[in-house]
């Protein structure tokens, strides 16, 4: 039952519209007004959150899109990255349960304490060479905390839109978050324009450094989940979990209560790990710094607007059933698919690795070849946002409770790291380019393939009742107006 100390007061019962067809009954509060209303809507939290992955994550992508972490040799960037996503995938299977025990909101906080770690050691990498294991071991840092960023930043972010917002809010998020990439981007290009080195200045990785710390101290101004009230007047379902071996017993709960979610495996497993070649044996092998910064630049710009084109014009079309949404959805990031990598074929043939380790005739920005080879860039953000926007709308689609979510996007992270720890590793080795792409574009086609049954026979037009809860266990209270097996005519948005 809630603690009416944070409950705000109750004005209604009717449900909302288009809401959780099925239920008997969903209990409406009042928002709060003023100053108070404004810092806690579900749209400004959305927007905080956002602005806390553009300080921390957003540095991190930007500095990683311009290959090779800024370095001149990339090897060590490739190692730490590999270290990164091996202890971000054991973490991120049981970041979920950390993030119920601990709250979303403190899980956030304790996420962002990896990023200005990592960015420092490519600091003292560039002022001492030799400090490669620092790099390293702060590659498996980052892994740990970034696990917890990322569970926390995903519960939250499917946890406070309504239905109808959902492809909104995450294309929302998108953009504030890859804003981090685009002003990140900037100021490595303004920092190294008349760099002729091909690795960047001390001053740029101080200000990426800065800009990490700030991130630490924004989830402070956030509004505690328990108090927030969403924009229908449905509040978000919160979960104590007293007991951690029930909350360890959620991620087998929510694989026997949703197995459909294993269709999804493939596809997250695919999710980061194109950014390899892109980020190392395209933008990182073949151009000059400063072009690397400039496409840098592009490939996150495209990503603003590749989130907001296929989460607010294509998944939110309220016009259209959510079903047919999905398949709309999967149509377009599938053909993207092959668009980008058909493309990337005809520029892989012309270069290998060995052809390009001591090659001073680096693509820059003035050289005529430099504005085709600039718009596989661009398409390369268009289809990242697209991907991420449809992976996260797609699990928003099967649940609206927040412990499950966190479930989900904790299985997300494990399997969407894994697949990365493998393919940074296979760069850090030497495999050739050819190898590391090809196995870029099955795995991409296959996770969308995989997806498919997922979209026809699990997405519904409308959440269901029993979608929206894991199963009732021993140690597990829901606290707040939500659906519950313990009151059945609650319901949430």
């Known amino acids: ?66 290959g090779g972490g800024g370095q001149v040799n990339p090897t060590a960037q490739a190692n730490a990255s590999s270290a990164l996503y091996a202890t971000f995938a054991f973490f991120g299977f049981f970041s979920g349960t950390v993030s119920n025990v601990l709250g979303a909101r403190a899980t956030l906080m304790l996420g962002t304490l990896g990023y200005p770690v990592y960015i420092s050691s490519f600091l003292v990498v560039n002022i001492h060479p030799n400090a490669t294991a620092y790099v390293i071991a702060s590659g498996a840092i980052l892994g740990i905390c970034a696990a917890m960023l990322w569970t926390a930043q995903g519960s939250l972010m499917m946890a406070y839109p309504t239905e109808a917002q959902k492809g909104l809010y995450i294309g929302i998020f998108w953009a504030i978050f890859n804003l981090g990439g685009v002003v990140g981007s900037v100021v490595a290009f303004a920092e190294n324009f008349h760099s002729t080195a091909n690795g960047v200045s001390n001053g740029t990785y101080i200000g990426f450094l800065v800009l990490t710390v700030t991130g630490f101290f924004l989830p402070l101004c956030m509004t505690d989940p328990e108090m927030m009230v969403r924009s229908d007047g449905t509040k978000v379902v919160l979960v104590r979990h007293p007991s951690w071996k029930a909350e360890f017993f959620n991620l087998f709960v929510a694989l026997r ?107 820059d920005i003035y050289d005529s070849s430099f504005p085709a080879h600039v718009w596989l860039m661009i398409f390369c953000g268009f289809l990242d946002s697209m991907w991420q926007t449809y992976a996260y709308w797609l699990m928003g689609a099967m649940s609206n409770d927040m412990a499950k979510l966190a479930v989900f996007t904790g299985f997300y992270k494990c399997l969407q790291s894994s697949g ?35 979209v026809y026979f699990r997405v519904k037009d409308h959440t269901e009742f029993e979608d929206e809860t894991l199963m009732h266990v021993s140690g597990m209270e829901q606290v707040t107006a939500g659906p519950s097996l313990v009151n059945p005519a609650q319901s949430e948005a």
């Open 1 to 66: 039952m809630s603690d009416p100390a944070v409950e705000p007061e109750k004005v209604g019962g009717e449900t909302p519209t288009g809401e959780y067809e099925g239920s008997q009954q969903v209990e409406i509060f009042e928002r709060p007004s003023g100053w108070k209303g404004f810092r806690s809507h579900p749209t400004v939290q959305v927007a905080l959150l956002g602005f806390v992955c553009f300080m921390c994550p957003g540095m991190f992508n930007a500095l990683s899109g311009l």
């Open 257 to 363: 209560t949703d197995p459909w979610i294993v269709l999804l495996f493939p596809m997250f497993f695919a999710s980061n790990y194109f950014y390899t070649w892109q980020y190392n044996d395209y933008n990182g092998a073949i151009f000059t710094i400063r072009a690397r910064g400039l496409n840098n630049f592009l490939y996150w710009s495209a990503q603003i607007f590749g989130s907001v084109f296929i989460g607010y014009c294509i998944l939110d079309k309220k016009h259209l059933r959510r079903r047919t949404r999905a398949f709309l959805g999967w149509v377009i990031v599938f053909s993207m698919v092959f668009v980008v990598h058909i493309w990337s074929y005809f520029y892989q043939r012309t270069y290998t690795r060995a052809s390009e380790i001591n090659n001073p005739n680096k693509i």
């Open 420 to 454: 990365a720890a493998g393919v940074w590793r296979a760069d850090g080795v030497g495999l050739p380019y050819m190898n590391i792409f090809l196995s870029t574009w099955g795995l991409t086609a296959a996770g969308m393939l995989f997806a498919f049954p997922m």
